[in-house]
């Protein structure tokens, strides 16, 4: 079996087959057309470059096309980039299919479901657990199949509900070092905070925004949704404003994207795991990819800065 694509290095050769990500179209300076793919496998992905594209080419290299690749590991930028020498579609009998390219969580779907049901059935606020409830109900297959995200932290197969857990864990420990927190808000709040990303998002392969995600983006449209929600069950009342106030908040500031700063204590504390918890796993990724005594590569999401993997383990 070939190794994932992350792991070949400059000057190896290429053969096999790749899910495409996403396809620009470009001029080279000569006046020729190319394409810039981003392909990708369960190990990662790369940029790829595909010279003197023909319009059948461009007809032909789309997103979510599984693709056999001939070429090159070459460096463009101080990152690795493929070379395409040739290049054709999967086919049938290639014995390939979509989810052999696919990152996934590496924690199961059902497990990512009981670890959630488990913090539904310890909140006793009966109104959020309610409105909280019939969302994971009304959208449990989107919620164990989605990203959270285009790109950057957990940019994979079943990342929403990974993160959700994440946070989840992060929470409980917290309202146990500090029980005045509104351990039912928060747990509510952490739940459905990233909800609105299954539209704004177009779906759990190689994901894009939608329409709606581009215009509207999945806090005012959740922030609205809870609304509807709680219309719907005739639930009034406090709980209701205070929840949408976390979902309003939790980027935590306006220039990050949120319409209103944290004005609770449990929405400061959600938008603090929010943030720990993408970086975190931001940080994971990209260390695995480097052995010990070497630095990662710039991380935009991360102030363009460079990790170092120390070369000392802890004790086992």
């Given at each position: 079996m070939?190794?994932?694509?992350s792991?070949?290095a400059?000057g190896d050769?290429?053969?096999?087959?790749?899910?495409?990500?996403?396809?620009?179209?470009?001029?080279?300076?000569n006046?020729?057309?190319f394409?810039?793919?981003?392909?990708?496998?369960?190990?990662g992905e790369i940029?790829?470059?595909?010279w003197d594209?023909t319009?059948?080419d461009e007809?032909?290299?789309l997103?979510d096309?599984?693709?056999?690749f001939?070429?090159e590991?070459t460096?463009?930028?101080?990152?690795?980039?493929l070379?395409?020498?040739?290049?054709?579609?999967?086919?049938?009998t290639?014995?390939?299919k979509?989810?052999?390219?696919?990152?996934k969580?590496?924690?199961?779907?059902e497990?990512?479901?009981?670890s959630?049901t488990?913090?539904i059935?310890e909140?006793?606020n009966?109104?959020l657990?309610?409105i909280t409830?019939h969302?994971?109900?009304?959208?449990q297959?989107g919620?164990?199949t989605?990203?959270?995200?285009?790109?950057?932290h957990h940019e994979y197969v079943?990342?929403?509900?990974h993160h959700?857990?994440?946070m989840l864990?992060?929470?409980?420990s917290?309202?146990d070092?500090?029980?005045?927190?509104?351990?039912?808000?928060l747990y509510?709040?952490?739940i459905?905070?990233?909800?609105?990303?299954l539209?704004e998002?177009?779906?759990p392969?190689?994901?894009?925004y939608?329409?709606?995600?581009?215009?509207?983006?999945?806090?005012?449209m959740?922030?609205?949704?809870?609304g509807a929600?709680?219309?719907?069950?005739?639930i009034?009342?406090?709980e209701?404003?205070?929840?949408?106030h976390?979902?309003?908040?939790h980027?935590?500031?306006?220039?990050w994207?949120s319409p209103?700063p944290?004005?609770i204590?449990?929405?400061?504390?959600?938008?603090?795991i929010?943030?720990?918890?993408?970086?975190?796993?931001?940080?994971n990724?990209?260390?695995e990819?480097?052995?010990?005594?070497?630095f990662t590569d710039?991380?935009?999401a991360?102030?363009?800065r460079?990790?170092y993997?120390?070369?000392?383990?802890?004790p086992s």
């Open positions: 070939n190794p994932g694509i792991q070949y400059v050769s290429f053969d096999g087959f790749l899910l495409i990500k996403s396809a620009t179209k470009g001029t080279a300076s006046g020729k057309p394409l810039t793919l981003i392909v990708k496998d369960q190990s940029e790829a470059k595909l594209a319009k059948e007809a032909t290299y997103p096309q599984i693709v056999k001939h070429g590991i460096q463009f930028r101080n990152k690795p980039q070379k395409i020498f040739n290049a054709r579609l999967a086919q049938p290639d014995g390939v979509l989810d052999d390219f696919l990152e969580a590496p924690v199961s779907r497990d990512l479901m009981e959630i488990e913090r059935f909140m006793s009966p109104n657990q309610r409830r969302f994971v109900s009304n959208y297959e919620l164990l989605y990203p959270a995200a285009v790109k950057n079943s990342g929403l509900a959700v857990v994440s864990n992060l929470a409980k917290l309202v070092l500090y029980p005045d927190l509104n351990k039912d808000l509510a709040g952490v459905l905070h990233d909800l609105g990303k539209r998002l177009s779906g392969a190689t994901p894009s939608t329409l709606e995600g581009q215009l509207l983006g999945h806090i005012p959740m922030m609205d949704e809870i929600v709680a219309k719907e069950l005739g009034e009342g406090e209701v404003t205070m929840l949408q976390m979902i309003l908040s980027h935590g500031k306006g220039e994207g209103k944290p004005l204590r449990e929405a400061e504390i959600l938008h603090q929010d943030n720990i918890d993408a970086k975190m796993n931001m940080l990724r990209a260390l990819k480097v052995q010990p005594g070497e710039r991380m935009f991360m102030d363009n460079r990790f993997k120390p070369l000392f383990t802890e």
